[in-house]
């Protein structure tokens, strides 16, 4: 899933939540959004489809300035990439949230709030969200209570940041199956999905758990773990120069990669499953339609990734039920083959830019004939690998 930054401080936050995005850029992404509550206790919000690049112009154009502040790099699971879609979504014209992950029950949700007159403007599962914490918000008169008495209705995974421009002095964050981080500062404090995007304003930081809920104020963050119970949670200083182009206590790096494999693996399934499933939606906007479609799965990979291929080929056989084939990307692209209709094409690579994977992935492009087949193509390699073709 995508990213969110959140900022509570004396200075202008939008410069921070702005370079907080492009070091979220690496995660991928279709649009970014942001939204600032300035002096005066209004809520501003400007959203762009494409780079970050694209809001930063934006705002250079109309300044969102202000002392708090959320922002959001979208990967859209429900409902297209567009502005409409982007994050933050907004209940009425104070209350505005961002979102990281998905809700499974959203459309019985949606359903209940279009009952009661709410209006919808995006297809997103979040903007459910943001009118379900509205609706609690009118009624509990606080943040706070709104947020904890709205996550009790969702089912998923979410990381959310939320702010209301008649409470300018906070921000109220939970986490349950997508990761959130607190940034802890100096008369200011940050919030990011991961830490990487607050390293220019912190080092300190505080890493939420599954059902926690935290209200961050500028000098103040309190946090409540799912049972209601004040907690603390470790403040752990980060290392400059321990990060992942360092090989650090390890004699080498092919050591410290299979040392790091566990924590990978979790961060990778981190708001893609829940306790008890798979969400597909993670893929892409249409892929719990297009799965139910696929009859055989093509893998396509070189050297370590071939080697990931071959064991998923055991897993999707055993599990899906579905015939699957893996092979070397340069022995794919240089021979005449024959693509079974609704095959699924999954290209893997470590780094997103292997060229005969990459090669072989617009070759079978250009061949498919079946529209679907070529859609997930692009969704799922893009997914693998974090680029767009
Ligand atoms: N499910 C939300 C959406 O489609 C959030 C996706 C994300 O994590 O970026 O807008």
Not at 166 to 176: A, G, I, K, S, Y
Not at 296 to 314: E, L
Request: proline share 3%.
């Amino acid at each position: 899933m995508c990213g969110i930054v959140g900022a509570v401080s004396e200075r202008d936050v939008q410069g921070i939540l702005l370079e907080g995005l492009r070091r979220l850029e690496y995660r991928g992404y279709d649009s970014a959004g942001m939204a600032v509550i300035n002096g005066e206790s209004s809520l501003r919000r400007a959203r762009e489809v494409g780079k970050v690049a694209a809001l930063a112009e934006a705002i250079s154009a109309n300044p969102l300035s202000g002392h708090l502040g959320i922002a959001h790099t979208r990967w859209a699971t429900h409902g297209e990439p567009s502005q409409l879609n982007a994050h933050p979504h907004m209940s009425g014209e104070r209350l505005a949230i961002v979102h990281n992950g998905i809700i499974e029950n959203y459309q019985e949700l949606r359903d209940e709030l279009k009952a009661e007159g709410y209006v919808f403007t995006s297809q997103t599962d979040t903007e459910v969200v943001a009118h379900l914490i509205g609706k609690n918000y009118q009624q509990e008169g606080n943040l706070y209570n709104a947020v904890k008495t709205s996550i009790t209705r969702l089912r998923g995974a979410f990381a959310l940041a939320v702010v209301h421009a008649d409470e300018p002095d906070h921000l109220v964050v939970c986490r349950e199956g997508s990761p959130l981080v607190v940034g802890v500062g100096i008369g200011e404090n940050f919030i990011a999905s991961d830490q990487l995007a607050l390293l220019p304003v912190t080092d300190r930081f505080m890493f939420l758990e599954e059902g926690d809920i935290a209200d961050i104020r500028k000098d103040q963050i309190k946090i409540h773990d799912r049972d209601g119970q004040a907690v603390e949670r470790t403040i752990t200083r980060f290392e400059h120069g321990s990060d992942s182009a360092d090989k650090g206590e390890y004699r080498h790096f092919m050591l410290k990669e299979i040392y790091e494999q566990p924590r990978v693996i979790k961060a990778t399934m981190e708001g893609r499953i829940t306790d008890t499933r798979v969400l597909e939606q993670a893929l892409g906007t249409e892929a719990a339609n297009l799965l139910d479609n696929v009859r055989h799965v093509q893998i396509i990979a070189c050297g370590t990734s071939f080697h990931a291929g071959m064991v998923a080929r055991y897993w999707i056989e055993d599990l899906a039920g579905v015939p699957c084939s893996v092979e070397v990307a340069s022995e794919f692209r240089y021979r005449k083959h024959v693509i079974q209709p609704d095959t699924l094409f999954l290209c893997i690579s470590q780094s997103g830019e292997t060229a005969d994977t990459l090669a072989a992935l617009r070759q079978a492009k250009k061949r498919a004939s079946v529209p679907r087949w070529q859609f997930v193509t692009s969704r799922a390699a893009r997914w693998c690998g974090n680029q767009t073709w």
